[in-house]
């Protein structure tokens, strides 16, 4: 990637609002990919006769499954070939790639001199818009369940390579801008970030 191109990163624990902060970089002009859409879109067939086919144990196993089978950087590569493709076309202020949670992910953004912004948010509140914004795919999870399928996402497992595992404290570690967002709502958090992002947008 030419260094001198805008590329933005985003990380942070599930339901966080990393979607709604890149529906703000999206409407300035980046071009932008989701690795939680990409997961979830595998993960939906893999795990199609599960009662809940994107729970964080599934997208978990699936990421790994596709780290392994097609390399650690994987979900990088195919995010970049899409914008490759997507410059055909248009031009734009950047690559977005948002839902970062692995080691690899976060080094290659810090690497390409890019901004790569850790959402904070406290798990209570994060448990409440899970419950109040179920996605197709997902069933309803006590608080402690959930934070526990969270935890196959934070660190990685035993017994596994760790080079296909998603680390989000590391990514949380690597981020060169935290945002904090305990809103309730998505209007608050956005007037938040614009001002703690005017730099990039």
Not at 81 to 95: D, F, T, V
Not at 154 to 163: A, E, H
Not at 168 to 178: P, R
């Amino acid at each position: 990637m030419n260094k001198t191109e805008n590329i933005v990163g985003i990380g942070g624990y599930s339901r966080s609002g990393k979607d709604t902060l890149a529906s703000l970089l999206l409407d300035a002009g980046y071009f932008g990919i989701s690795v939680g859409d990409i997961a979830r879109e595998y993960s939906m067939e893999r795990h199609k006769n599960s009662e809940s086919p994107i729970s964080r144990i599934n997208l978990t196993e699936t990421s790994n499954w596709l780290r392994k089978k097609n390399g650690p950087d994987v979900f990088m590569k195919l995010a970049l070939e899409k914008y490759r493709q997507a410059l055909k076309k248009k031009s734009y202020k950047g690559i977005l790639i948002w839902s970062i949670r692995a080691p690899i992910e976060a080094d290659f953004i810090i690497a390409n001199k890019g901004t790569l912004i850790w959402i904070d948010s406290e798990a209570e509140t994060r448990y409440r818009r899970f419950l109040d914004n179920l996605r197709n795919g997902e069933i309803k999870l006590d608080f402690d369940e959930y934070i526990r399928q969270e935890q196959t996402q934070v660190v990685p497992q035993s017994g596994i390579d760790p080079s296909i595992q998603m680390n989000m404290d590391y990514v949380k570690e690597k981020a060169n801008l935290v945002l904090v967002n305990n809103f309730k709502g998505a209007e608050k958090f956005l007037n938040y970030a614009k001002q703690r992002l005017a730099s990039i947008l």
